[in-house]
C-alpha cells in the first residue's frame, strides 16, 4: 500500500537505509529496507521502540502547552532517524546513515506525507 512511497524515499535520499509508516501503538502499517552491506536494519524494532519516546514527547508538548508534536529527529553514531507525524494514530519514520542527507531526507519525508495521510 505505501511500499512504493517508502520505498522512493529510502531510494532517492543519501544514505537511505529504510523507512516506515506505524501507528504509535507500535504496529507497522508497511516498511521498506534495503540491503545494507549484507545486514537489513529492523525497522519494525527500531519503529516501535521510538513509537513509546514520540508518544512521550507528544504528552509533554501537551502538558507544557507548547503546540502539537510534528516532527522529531534523533542523531546517533551510527543512525540519523526522522519521524513525521502524519495523524493522531500514525507516523513516518526514514533512517539514514550518519553520512546521509538529513535536509534531503526531511524534504522528501514532507512532500509524501501528504499523500500517506490521504491513504491512512
Known amino acids: 500500500m505505501f511500499k512504493e ?7 532517492t535520499v543519501e544514505g537511505g537505509i529504510a523507512s516506515l509508516v506505524m501507528g504509535f501503538d507500535g504496529i507497522a502499517v508497511d516498511s521498506y529496507s534495503k540491503q545494507q552491506n549484507g545486514a537489513n ?13 514520540l508518544t512521550q514527547v507528544r504528552k509533554a508538548a501537551e502538558i507544557l502547552e507548547v503546540g502539537a508534536l510534528n516532527e522529531m529527529t534523533l542523531k546517533s553514531e551510527k543512525l540519523i532517524m526522522i519521524m513525521k507525524v502524519l495523524s493522531n494514530e500514525y507516523f513516518l519514520a526514514l533512517a539514514m546513515g550518519p553520512e546521509g542527507n538529513f535536509g534531503k531526507g526531511r524534504y522528501l519525508l514532507r512532500i509524501i506525507a501528504p499523500k500517506l495521510q490521504a491513504e491512512l
Not at 512511497?5 to 531510494?11: A, D, H, N, P, T
Open 5 to 11: 512511497s517508502l520505498q522512493k524515499v529510502v531510494e
Open 41 to 53: 536494519l529492523d525497522m519494525n524494532t527500531v519503529g516501535m521502540e521510538f513509537s513509546f519516546i
